[in-house]
Every structure is written in C-alpha cells, then in structure tokens.
C-alpha cells in the first residue's frame, strides 16, 4: 500500500510538471509593447497672429493639479475607446498585419479581441499615460500600438 502511495504522488508530480511544461509550451505566448504618452498643454491662439503657440509640456506646478490629473484619466479612458480602436483598425498597417488578417475582415470582432489586449494607465503624479498592446505576434503587437 504504501509503495502504491509513494508512486501515486510521483504520477502526480509528473503530471502537475508535465502540464505545467505544457501550458508554458503550447499556450499563447504573450508579447508586449509599451509606449509612454506625454499630456501637452492646449495651445492659445497667438494675440498677434491668431496662429497656434507650440505645444508645451505641462509642469503640475504650473496648472491645477486635480485638472490635469482628470484629464490624464480621461484620455487613458479615451485611447481604450471603441471609437479609436476601430479607427486603429483602419490604418493600413494594421489591415495589412497577420493579427487583422486572422479576423477575416470582421472589424467588430477585431475590435473587441484588441479592446481586450490594450491597457492604458496614467502614470501617478505626471502627465503621462502608459498604454501597452499584448498579442502573440511581437510584431503585431508593435503594429498595434
């Protein structure tokens, strides 16, 4: 009985290690690309010109910090979108990527799948957004961010 015992738990070991090995082996590997996004100032129309001045960084010193801290939010919110995803979907390269060609056209099924896969989180105390794209392809992962 207790030779029984001792090779039960040995099956078990293998098995937990063997599916472990697996599920590393033949699950879907998740690659993932990152990029950081900088929150600029709204430009004023110059009073001279009526041209746009140039965007410039906003320091947290220099504007209301509960504002900009709301609107770094808003925009991570944003770029999750269901509006710009299917827009991200209609750029040339992405259409041309093995990731869209998997979905055989179908752009709501798409969009979903990449709503999903794509985060964005503000970054504490700054005006940038973290936003990552996670796929199983590095380059489709690249070509979706």
Not at 25 to 41: I, V
Not at 99 to 118: K, M, P, Q, T, Y
């Amino acid at each position: 009985m207790r030779k029984l015992g001792l090779g039960l738990v040995v099956v078990l070991l293998l098995a937990a290690t063997g599916g472990g090995f697996a599920w590393i082996q033949l699950g879907d590997p998740h690659y993932r690309s990152e990029a950081m996004l900088q929150l600029y100032a709204q430009p004023h129309a110059s009073a001279d010109t009526g041209t746009p001045a140039a965007a410039i960084p906003v320091m947290l010193e220099e504007a209301d910090a509960g504002a900009m801290m709301r609107e770094v939010r808003n925009q991570a919110v944003l770029l999750r979108s269901d509006e710009l995803l299917r827009k991200v979907i209609q750029w040339p390269s992405v259409k041309k990527s093995a990731w869209f060609e998997s979905f055989e056209g179908d752009i709501c099924s798409a969009a979903a799948v990449l709503a999903r896969r794509v985060e964005a989180h503000p970054v504490p105390e700054s005006t940038l957004i973290l936003v990552s794209v996670q796929g199983s392809d590095p380059a489709d992962s690249q070509t979706l961010l």
